[in-house]
Nanobody
Framework: QVQLVESGGGLGQAGGSLRLSCAASGRTFRRYAMGWFRQAPGKEREFVAA????????DYADSVKGRFTISRDNIKNTMYLQMNSLKPEDTAVYYC???????????????WGQGTQVTVSS
């Protein structure tokens, strides 16, 4: 079992930055692919970014590519999402997720955090 807790959400301004963190506990963090997803009001949850267990590979949705950076610290059992050049359309609840995998993954995550709200004002 893996427990995930997001933090760092809040109110940001368009063009500004926020950094989200996802702290993992339970099973060893190292062999787990990790990802960030988001869900805006009235919309389905969507993929944002993912990272391989060793950080060697990353993947981004087109909507955030070049603005967001995913990273992880396997010593601290923590994953991060640095969000720059924020846009109002980035407003959503952001979720971190984990799955046991050797690859960077977009789908079929098993473990999920409770979510953290990000609101971007124009």
């Amino acid at each position: 079992q893996v427990q995930l807790v997001e933090s760092g959400g809040g109110l940001g301004q368009a063009g500004g930055s926020l950094r989200l963190s996802c702290a993992a506990s339970g099973r060893t963090f190292r062999r787990y692919a990790m990802g960030w997803f988001r869900q805006a009001p009235g919309k389905e949850r969507e993929f944002v970014a993912a990272i391989r267990w060793n950080g060697a590979n990353t993947d981004y949705a087109d909507s955030v590519k070049g603005r967001f950076t995913i990273s992880r610290d396997n010593i601290k059992n923590t994953m991060y999402l640095q969000m720059n050049s924020l846009k109002p359309e980035d407003t959503a609840v952001y979720y971190c997720a984990a799955k046991y995998s050797d690859y960077v993954e977009r789908n079929e995550y098993r473990y999920w955090g409770q979510g953290t709200q990000v609101t971007v004002s124009s």
